[in-house]
């Protein structure tokens, strides 16, 4: 048997901390958080390396016999701002380099945990490996309505990674090819490991209208769960919604906390909701706790993700875990996560009224709704942690 190894996952800007619970549904760090348990259980021992956002998080937690949080000093304690984080590299950097451990492999989740990291991997001796799960769009193309532009940091410094690391793990074939025409990665450097899903939480099950959520309308509700931010669609969601007939209309639910980044747009969406006469039908419910998600996800219709851009879409996978079909654009990892026609639909339109057909085709035929989420089911037992786990160990080892 192979020795077991010590592994760095590098996450500047997500605390794994918050899981299980978190309320960004499908956010990066679930990934992070079930990567490492998934390769504790193979042997390994992992150290989930973040930055304090918070004073009262200790130096290190023990997670586990094998899996520990580390925090480390990068920038005042407090919750900021994504945009703002990579000011603190240097110094996330130089806290990274002075750790008394010493691992076999660092591997780093997001840009500018890599720009912190590589040069440290460098230094030591050991392996570097990217993984991205969101990449910029390119200076000059079209950002979605109410985006920032990117940091100025953040191209080059997706560039460097890219270009410089033993390997580059990727999430999707989409997210794949936009590293490698993006950001200039070598296509022999570049690998997938797709997710896997929990179904310890995310699993069939009757089919109810949770308490708690504000609805009793009769035809049930669909479910968005996503950050509310321009770049997740909820703005499209509640269009569509406006386009089904009220004879079938069910109830909207909105579960997602606000990024600091877009701190007003939370105001905008309760403006449009009012602006379509919805107000007794959408219910902005907050950030849930995961097994929460996942009873919202088993009581919807359907779960829409009208997200303008996702490298997979993990919120999709496990919406279709719990037998949940989904709607989805038709955009980046999104095309591997629901298979058209079969567990969901792909929209390639961004217009409420076609989003709004589409749900009304799905909703008026009840049966085919049902075979669908039969479907869905079968589809995401494909994604499994497990697995994830040993094609990680395996790329670890080809470049050891």
């Known amino acids: 048997m192979p020795e077991p190894l010590h ?4 996450s500047m800007h997500t605390s794994p901390a918050d899981l299980p619970g978190s309320g960004d549904a499908g956010g990066m760090n679930v990934v992070e958080y ?45 919750r900021l701002a994504k945009s703002l984080i990579d000011a603190h590299i240097e110094e996330f950097s130089a806290g990274l380099a002075g750790l008394d451990a010493r691992y076999d492999v660092l591997h780093s989740h997001h840009w500018m945990s890599g720009v912190a990291a590589l040069p440290v991997a460098r230094r030591w001796g050991v392996p570097h490996l990217q993984s ?16 920032p532009p990117e940091s100025p940091a953040r191209v080059p410094g997706e560039r460097l990674v890219a270009t410089e690391s033993d390997a580059v793990i990727a999430i999707s074939a989409a997210e794949a090819r936009t590293v490698v025409e993006r950001c ?12 896997g899903v929990d179904r310890a939480v995310f699993h069939p099950g009757v089919s ?22 321009p ?12 386009e089904v007939p009220v004879e079938l209309r069910p109830d909207l639910l909105i579960a997602g906390d606000v990024s600091a980044d877009f701190a007003a747009y939370e105001a905008d969406l ?34 829409l993700v009208p997200s303008h851009s996702e490298t997979f879409g993990l919120i999709a996978l496990e919406a279709e875990s719990c037998g949940t079909p989904v709607i989805a654009s038709a955009a980046g990892g999104l095309r591997e996560a629901v298979v058209h026609g079969e567990t969901g639909q792909l929209m390639d339109s961004r217009q409420p009224e076609d989003w709004g057909t589409a749900i009304t085709r799905l909703l008026a035929k009840p049966q085919r709704l049902a075979r669908m989420g039969v479907v869905a089911q079968i589809h995401a037992r494909r994604f499994n942690w497990d697995w994830t786990a040993r094609l990680l160990d395996l790329h670890y080892r080809e470049v050891l």
């Open 34 to 78: 079930h990567q490492a348990f998934a390769l504790a259980r193979l042997g390994h021992r992992v150290d989930l390396i973040t930055r304090r956002s918070d004073p009262a998080q200790p130096d290190l937690v023990e997670l586990s016999d094998a899996v520990r949080l580390l925090h480390l000093p990068a920038g005042p304690p407090q």
């Open 184 to 195: 200039g990665a070598d296509p022999d450097r570049v690998v997938i490991v797709p997710p």
């Open 231 to 242: 770049l997740k669609g909820p703005d499209l969601a509640i269009g569509a919604l406006a």
């Open 270 to 303: 309760h403006a449009l909701v009012e602006a379509h006469g919805l107000r007794d039908a959408v219910h902005f419910i907050g950030p849930q706790p995961r097994e929460r998600l996942a009873e919202l996800m088993r009581g919807a219709r359907i779960v």
């Open 208 to 229: 109810t209208s949770p308490t708690g959520t504000n609805s009793t309308n009769p035809r049930g509700y669909l479910l968005y769960a996503a950050r509310l931010q």
């Open 7 to 10: 592994i760095a996952f590098v």
């Open 132 to 147: 991205f799960h969101s990449v910029a769009a390119l200076p000059g193309s079209a950002l979605s309505e109410g985006e």
